[in-house]
């Protein structure tokens, strides 16, 4: 069969990955093998594949493939999650353009509309991952939203609060405006901006006396309660009892004193607004302070703010202080670097807000998830974030759990008589005990509450609801996938996802949901800029893949992807990948095009195939030993240095036989032997490619996707060690060749004092990638010789009338010079006791023998211009 010159990615993508699919190969159900289980990551249901995701899912899928090959029974669940900020966003959004309004319609009416988008737009980015090779049970693809997936979940918030671990309260949130929901503390983003601190002056009551605050949001004075002073602050000691007015609305506050104002901070006096400022809000509960709120929910004013109500607070921050100013408040504005809280889904701006919400009390529920984490039962790859995850979960906060939103769950509160409610998993069962507490409740009594619970409520359970580990605790799935053995993702959601993942494991399942969690780094444009549509740097996954491969970008992506450090991604990264590929094609290409014979194997392709045999080997001890470390990008390295230098570079070099002549069959099944066990090492890497070329060799029935991983045998150092000394004299070789302008298919020899002569048996892989007619040995050095050196040890190309004594001193002389300067140096550590006394025993040996070898170089250089010169 004649082999395409150039290998055809799209071709071999479209056939395997529809091959693998309808062999059923990425579908897992229980049997008597050891499962490895991954859960994907649930990609919001609005997204499409961006570089992060192309990032995560490459990696998730190298450790499936492989697992599968080692025999577990690989199982990678993939799915989406319902992403309630932003896909209502997406819903509201679209509808307006039809010009529809929310507020027109019923709950049920929009929620018709949202989930005909979801079935519109849902589910674009799985087939996408499909065109990167992702191996996951497809049949198995869950939805956040799901029937069984949200029975887990209310379920789940039932049972929490039976425990009393989930409470309804007036809390100061974190306000979104935009999207009009409370925030967690979690999903707010806080940046450095360029602000303004306005002072303004608040008149004294009673007096003609000021007293001046400083404040970045001057529109909250409308909401104030108080001004407050530390009592040790002399400079308004006089003011106990006092009262200030606030300005453009004269009302009348107290002045109160209390130590928790910093007296060198700004003036020394604080504007106390308790709706809208947390530390403001504790003040205001200890000292009985009015609490007036003046925003609304979408981030105007509102009537008790008395002025510019129904105005934007931004618009109002600007005008508020031109009144100021025309009326003698504003004493002064002064630029102002702060840090504000954005919200993560909308990039507004969060108001702290005292709102009615739903909280999860968290303090004592979180230990099992930090004692887990930082005694090793769950390991952290790389391990630094361990640090990031203790101060986290050492700090952590109830979390607010309810958003005023309509897609998603809804709380199963149901209330009656007011705010006097009941929790319960239907409608029936909480009339139930609604009317133990009265009886004479109705149906028709009970009203649901309109808020829907967090995202991260639903995703907190995946690793167990996905096998229906909530609604049936002990089926055969949960108990034979659970818990699942690797987490990939990034460490922007560790907080977010990854630490309630390990609460609810040991809550629900009294286990580790998984064992280890590898987070990945962000990937950044080559500026160290984070990807974004706005800056323009963030390439599309797709095209990337049309242009250089899905393999080609699979390697591009992971050849600078270590755990935990960003990515700086750069296209040429991909078209390394697409090379890689292409020289493993055309490695292929040369196999298949030689001629083989029943003739004699040469001693070069023997020996080549010895140490072939031991590199393969220590690189499979090395490639196993960088996954089990989660080095994954290690993995790559070795597997890339393996089939590049060591198989293309060197070996084929070696095996191939002469121009026109055939191969013998010993070699030519032993080179195919040695491909089939490199291409089962590519093919968690390079999936396409490795099982295009594995049907190639042979028409066999076994697809490499489910073929033996191979395993390593014992290495021979001291012939890797013997043959790495022999790609040095062949360099050597061919450096002269070309300082000397020798054409390669001239033949010469090589000429070794017998002394120095190495035990191996390589001289005939020496022969052939030389083109020697002998390597030979004598007892004395010849003249008329060119010589080259390979640590202490001097080789000799006779070449007579050949040589240009001149310019071969000139050149014995510059080494010579060299390395009497590195023999400097290398003495002047030695005899510098410090270093000789504090430096680490094997540094000092080290050193010592580059004097030895220094000395012994040096000899052999002058000897050899004394005799180039004597002729």
């Known amino acids: 069969m004649e082999l395409a010159k150039k290998y055809n990615p799209t071709d071999a993508e479209k056939k395997w990955y529809s091959h693998w699919v309808e062999k059923g190969y990425f579908h897992s159900t229980p049997d008597e093998r050891e499962a490895y289980t991954i859960v994907i990551p649930p990609p919001n249901v609005t997204g499409v594949l961006h570089m992060g995701h192309m990032l995560n899912n490459t990696l998730q899928d190298v450790m499936v493939r492989r697992a599968r090959m080692m025999g577990f029974n690989a199982c990678w669940v993939p799915g989406t999650d319902h992403a309630s900020i932003a896909t209502e966003a997406k819903v509201v959004q679209k509808l307006a353009q039809e010009g529809i309004q929310k507020s027109d319609l019923t709950r049920d009416e929009f929620l018709a509309h949202a989930f005909d ?161 947390i530390n403001d809000y504790q003040l205001g509960d200890k000292y009985g302070l009015e609490t007036i709120d003046i925003l609304n929910d979408d981030g105007t004013l509102s009537e008790a703010a008395k002025l510019y109500v129904g105005k934007d607070r931004f618009v109002v921050r600007e005008e508020i202080a031109v009144d100021l100013k025309a009326k003698g408040y504003l004493v002064k504005t002064e630029e102002y670097q702060n840090k504000v809280g954005f919200s993560e889904r909308t990039d507004a701006v969060i108001e702290p807000k005292l709102s009615m919400q739903w909280f999860f009390k968290m303090e004592s529920f979180s230990k099992p998830a930090l004692e887990h984490v930082m005694n090793g039962d769950i390991q952290f790859h790389p391990p630094k974030f361990k640090n990031t995850y203790r101060h986290w979960m050492e700090n952590i906060k109830d979390w607010c759990v309810s958003r005023q939103l309509w897609w998603g769950q809804q709380i199963p509160a149901y209330f009656y008589e007011g705010n006097k409610y009941v929790v319960a998993e239907s409608k029936e069962e909480a009339l139930v005990l609604a009317q133990k507490e009265k009886p004479s409740v109705t149906m028709a009594d009970l009203r649901q509450d309109a808020d829907v619970l967090d995202t991260w409520f639903s995703s907190w359970l995946w690793p167990i609801s996905v096998f229906d580990g909530i609604r049936n605790p002990d089926n055969e799935e949960i108990n034979y996938y659970y818990p699942t053995n690797d987490l990939i993702t990034g460490p922007d959601i560790l907080f977010f996802w990854v630490a309630r993942m390990v609460m609810a494991g040991y809550e629900y399942r009294n286990d580790m949901p998984f064992k280890h969690v590898y987070l990945t780094g962000l990937v950044k444009d080559v500026k160290g800029r984070k990807m974004s549509k706005t800056l323009g740097n963030s390439p599309d996954p797709i095209e990337l893949m049309e242009k250089y491969g899905a393999d080609g970008v699979r390697v591009g992506m992971l050849l600078c992807s270590p755990a935990g450090n960003d990515l700086p991604f750069d296209e040429g990264l991909c078209e390394q990948g697409r090379n890689f590929c292409n020289k493993i094609w055309n490695a292929f290409r040369l196999i298949k095009g030689w001629e083989v014979a029943n003739c004699e194997q040469p001693e070069s392709a023997k020996q080549a195939i010895i140490w072939f045999e031991n590199k393969l080997s220590k690189a499979i001890s090395e490639i196993d030993e960088s996954y089990s470390k989660y080095r994954i990008s290690e993995a790559l390295m070795s597997t890339y240095k393996l089939i590049w230098d060591d198989f293309c570079s060197w070996y084929l070099e070696m095996a191939k036989p002469n121009y026109g002549s055939p191969i013998d069959s ?202 180039i010169s004597n002729g």
Not at 220 to 236: F, H, K, M, Q
């Open 117 to 277: 988008w979801k079935e519109k737009h849902g589910g674009i980015i799985l087939e996408q991952l499909k065109k990167l090779g992702a191996s996951c049970d497809w049949e198995r693809t869950k939805f956040t939203m799901d029937d069984d997936m949200s029975e887990s979940v209310i379920k789940v918030f039932v049972d929490l609060h039976q425990k009393g671990l989930i409470y309804r309260g007036v809390r100061m949130v974190n306000w979104d405006p935009s999207a009009q929901t409370a925030l967690s503390d979690e999903e707010v983003i806080h940046k450095e901006v360029n602000s303004k601190l306005y002072h303004i002056a608040y008149n004294i009551e009673d007096s003609d006396e000021k007293l001046t605050i400083a404040t970045t949001r001057p529109e909250t004075i409308l909401g104030d309660s108080a001004i407050c002073v530390n009592p040790n602050d002399e400079r308004y000691t006089h003011l106990k009892g006092k009262k200030a007015i606030i300005p453009l609305v004269d009302r009348i506050i107290p002045i109160i004193f209390d130590e928790y104002v910093d007296m060198e901070f700004g003036t020394g006096a604080l504007k106390i607004t308790p709706a809208h400022d």
């Open 666 to 867: 010993i070699t030519y099944n032993k080179t195919i032997e040695q491909l089939e066990k490199i291409l089962k090492l590519l093919h968690p890497f390079i999936p396409f490619l490795s099982e295009e070329i594995w049907h190639l060799i042979d028409d066999r029935k076994e697809d490499i996707i489910v073929a033996d991983w191979p395993t390593a045998s014992a290495v021979n150092e001291q012939l890797l060690a013997d043959f790495k000394n022999t790609t040095e004299v062949v360099a050597g070789i061919r450096t002269i060749r070309k300082e000397q302008d020798i054409a390669n298919k001239e033949q010469l020899e090589l000429v070794v004092i017998k002394s120095q002569k190495s035990k191996t048996n390589l001289d005939a892989i020496i022969v052939k990638l030389g083109n020697l007619t002998a390597v030979n040995t004598t007892e004395e050095k010849p003249t008329g010789a060119f010589s080259f050196m390979v640590k202490a040890n001097e080789y000799f190309i006779p070449l007579g009338d050949k040589i240009d004594v001149g310019a071969e001193i000139e050149k014995l002389q510059k080494e010579l010079d060299y390395t009497t300067g590195f023999l400097k140096m290398v003495e002047g550590k030695l005899s510098n006791e410090k270093f000789v006394q504090n430096a680490p025993q094997q540094l000092v040996d080290n050193e010592q023998k580059k004097r030895v070898d220094a000395k012994a170089k040096i000899k052999i250089l002058a000897e050899k211009i004394t005799a």
